[in-house]
């Protein structure tokens, strides 16, 4: 049987196992083990992330096929129109790839604080929308009539009355110094009734940090008209939480705003227009088919958000809206993998090199070593009791003084080579005794990396992200793993888990490499990865397709490297670099050419990345 770690589940079809590799199904489908490889051979070492922009294309255009395709099914007269909110990734070579491969679409950003706003303004081509939301003070207001005034169509989304109050000032402001200029479009977010579910449910809902209750949203109204704003408002905004597992509550939740913007274009909104359904399409994270995180499809999604903005528009007697989304992590989530190298596998030696058989073995022994040898698929289970029984016996022969430290180290040995070679022939899905033998011959594998930096949602929320060797996938992998990263802290491990098992290879790490691959990192992960232990984020790489479907690695990103992360830290580097220099200058122990050549070693290692770049193993 072979290992695919659900990756039919998770990869959506972007990344295949061919021959024994995970590989790229795009183009010519290189593998992830050439690519790293390849990085690896220009002197890249330590974790990589690969950014894959044809996979931020893939999303957008699924995404608009499928709202274009309801909308004509349904036959909805309203546009479909998309934002990317910056606070799901806003790493350069990241948005500079989604602006490049968006082009066809008037794709636009969404920003919630005044560094994103910057970035918005200056990388979304004129006529894309622009959303702007969060809570925001004079100067942020003033930027969105600057960005208005330089062209761009941008939306102010109401958080509460009082950023309504600045945007009547700032108006004010802007009237009486200049005479002609042009308002920023205005939209109100709905504190929602309804309310969203999972680990991200807080941003939906009526205790939800953001939005106007109904009362407000009436007081909204009558401060548009007196201040003559009305006809900048356009778009009715909510957003009902992150990574959204079930269909049903985005279902009320439209019923709810749908009926608000229809009472409220009725009432004399005349330019209201747009709906904007905020994020919370899910992405599917799971490896394990019992543990599917969303329960919908976006054809799904798509049909219900046209269907009920059909229905309601027509019973309220209005124009159909157009149908804004800001999906975020549905749209980055996929593009970004991380590459950490193996350093070391941690568990005692239960090689069969390990063995210290002697001449002559107690005869439990010599039966334990028969019965590893004899083992098949037959007489598996019988052969492993027997073995679990010597061992019994084996022990208290141990503790009675009857056999010596060899004797036990062999038992060890080979119990655990008799369970190992059990799960590989039995199937350890429907044998709970195997099951519970796992965690007691499980591996802990110490890669390169740090949960921290790299897979913050997992430290924090216990997200899973998908994760897989890069190769050796024509073989099937028998240890149960744990992993763990390079950080001093305990909590930088993925333990092994009975109900969402990881098996990995048994490997040599002497003589061979071996590199695991976490998928779907595109989205939060980059930007929320914390500087624990002063691990940052790791080196990138965009990797693009020319015309003949060969790979092309470029924009490489190493890396800060270690004087640059203390610097980043705030210490005075030239402290540094004198007190490292005047340490080594004032040593006794060292001659002249010593000196020389130490600081020579220094200086070399302070500019490299703080990350392993190998381990010293015990038999070096
Ligand atoms: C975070 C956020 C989004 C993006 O949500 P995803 O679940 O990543 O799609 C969209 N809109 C608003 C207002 C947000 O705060």
Known sequence: MQQNYGINIWSDNNFIIENNTVNINHKNRPSLLEITQDARGQGYKGPLLLRFPHLIKKQIDTLYREFNRAREEFDYNGKFQAVFPLKVNQFPNFVNSLIEVSKEYNYGLEAGSKAELIIAITH??????????????????SLCFIASNMGHNITITIEGIGELETIIEVNREFNRDNKIHITPKIGLRIRLH??????????????????????????????????????????????????M??????????????????????????????INIGGGLAVEYAQHSNYKELNYSLKEFANDVVFLMKEISKNKNIKEPDIFTESGRFIAAHHLVLIAPILELFSQEYHEKSLRLKENNPPLITELYDLWRSLNKMNAREYLHDSLDHMESLLTLFDLGYIDLEDRSNTE???????????????????????????RIQERYLVNFSAFQSLPDFWGLHQHFPVMPI????????????????????????????EKPLYL????????????????????????????????????????????????????????????VLDEMDYDKSFIDKKLKSQIKESTTMSQTQKQKLLGKLYLYLSENSYLKTIQTHKN
């Open 471 to 498: 190769d050796k996938l024509d073989s099937t992998p028998t240890n149960p793993a744990t992993i763990w990263d390079i950080t001093c802290d305990s909590d930088g491990e993925i333990p092994f888990n009975r």
């Open 245 to 274: 597992g079930e269909i049903a509550p985005l279902k009320k939740a439209l019923r709810e705003v749908g009926n608000i913007y229809g009472d409220l274009k009725n009432r004399g909104a005349t330019e209201l227009n747009a």
């Open 194 to 243: 309804s309310s969203g579910i999972g680990i991200w449910e807080k941003s939906g809902g009526y205790s939800s940090k953001f939005g106007l209750t109904s009362t407000e949203l009436l007081d909204a109204y009558d401060l548009l008209k007196k201040h003559a704003l009305l006809d900048k408002l356009w778009m009715i905004h909510f957003h009902i939480g992150s990574q």
């Open 124 to 141: 979304t081509p004129l006529n894309a929308p622009i959303t702007v939301n969060g809570f925001k003070d004079k100067e942020m207001i």
């Open 505 to 564: 290879h048994d490997i040599n790490v002497d003589e061979e490499e071996y590199f695991l691959a976490f998928f779907l990192t595109g989205a939060y992960q980059e930007v929320l990865g914390m500087k624990h232990n002063l691990f940052t984020h790791p080196t990138e790489i965009v990797v693009n397709f020319d015309k003949n479907g060969e790979y092309i690695l470029e924009n490489f990103v190493e890396s800060k490297n270690i004087m640059d």
């Open 413 to 439: 040995i080979l119990v655990n080579l008799i369970i190992k070679k059990s799960i590989l022939l039995l199937n350890k899905n429907d044998n709970n005794e195997l099951q519970r033998l796992q965690d």
